[in-house]
Nanobody, 121 residues
Framework: QVQLVESGGGVVQAGGSLRLSCAAS????????TGWYRQAPGKQRELVAS???????NFSDSVKGRFTISRDNAKNLVFLQMNSLKPEDTAVYYC???????????????WGQGTQVTVSS
């Protein structure tokens, strides 16, 4: 069974920084594309940033220049560095991975449980 565990969320003042981490369970053999999504109250879940296996990144316009995404393929970790945070960044942030498990050749889509990020003005 695959589990993605996010950490690093919290409360921060506007202009501050947070670093989110996503750790995949030991059953994960390989992660293909991965990314971070967020969902604010009353809004749809939206893509924040993504990174492919070869390191190609993509960001939503609202976070370009402020957020960076990175990964550690050897440890199946994904990070989201968030700088210059704004109150509108307040949301639950979810890690998403396209991953395969040991003994299987296919990839499935997995989600973490989410971590709350609150930016106060």
């Amino acid at each position: 069974q695959v589990q993605l565990v996010e950490s690093g969320g919290g409360v921060v003042q506007a202009g501050g920084s947070l670093r989110l981490s996503c750790a995949a369970s030991a059953s994960v053999f390989s992660i293909n594309d991965t990314g971070w999504y967020r969902q604010a109250p009353g809004k749809q879940r939206e893509l924040v940033a993504s990174i492919t296996l070869d390191g190609t990144t993509n960001f939503s316009d609202s976070v370009k220049g402020r957020f960076t995404i990175s990964r550690d393929n050897a440890k199946n970790l994904v990070f989201l560095q968030m700088n210059s945070l704004k109150p509108e960044d307040t949301a639950v942030y979810y890690c998403n991975c396209d991953a395969s498990t040991y003994g299987n050749s296919w990839y499935d889509d997995y989600w973490g449980q989410g971590t709350q990020v609150t930016v106060s003005s």
